[in-house]
Nanobody, 115 residues
Framework: VQLQASGGGLVQAGGSLRLSCAASGFTSDDYAIGWFRQAPGKEREGVSCISREDDMTYYADSVKGRFTISSDNTKNTVYLQMNSLKPEDTAVYYC?????????WGKGTQVTVSS
């Protein structure tokens, strides 16, 4: 099982970034894939996820209306389009898969939003 994340960077407030996470090694689609983030001195929090089975999505209240999660099932890749970024979105973002109550994590990617 491998999760390969990319797309972080530095952007000014109001700007946009797109994160990608490619999942491999899963033999069936009964899992949810998405993103968590962790800012300095704060706990890791869920940002958004999507179910591979039925495409149901979840968004944290803090990102609703600004972030959009989507998946390309042919590539086993999920994308997080982040618009109208705010300095409080600054964090390390981690790709996550939850399958049968087991969590798998990718390496984090830094997102920094300057004011």
């Amino acid at each position: 099982v491998q999760l390969q994340a990319s797309g972080g960077g530095l952007v000014q407030a109001g700007g946009s970034l797109r994160l990608s996470c490619a999942a491999s090694g899963f033999t069936s689609d009964d899992y949810a894939i998405g993103w968590f983030r962790q800012a300095p001195g704060k706990e890791r929090e869920g940002v958004s996820c999507i179910s591979r089975e039925d495409d149901m999505t979840y968004y944290a209240d803090s990102v609703k209306g600004r972030f959009t999660i989507s998946s390309d099932n042919t590539k086993n890749t999920v994308y997080l389009q982040m618009n109208s970024l705010k300095p409080e979105d600054t964090a390390v973002y981690y790709c996550n898969v939850e399958k049968w109550y087991v969590n798998y994590w990718g390496k984090g990617t830094q997102v920094t939003v300057s004011s």
